[in-house]
């Protein structure tokens, strides 16, 4: 992959990296919300586990990106 195009892969990789952020910080605010009215957090819980771990791969793929530019 040229130097170009590598560089706009890694500027989306950044942006989802960036949302994905998001979607877990507001997720964990839910659960939080939900367990302080004393309200079942399984499946709030469990999209949370979700979205960390899609955080983790878009942090992956964004560094390997950032290795192949390296070099």
Known sequence: MDLLMARRHLSEAERHVA??????????????????????????????????MLLASHIDHRDLIRREIDG
């Open 19 to 52: 949302l994905s952020e998001g979607h877990v910080a507001r997720q964990l605010a839910i659960v939080e919300g939900l367990e302080r009215a004393g309200h079942p957090i399984g499946l709030a819980s469990d999209v949370l586990d979700t979205f960390r």
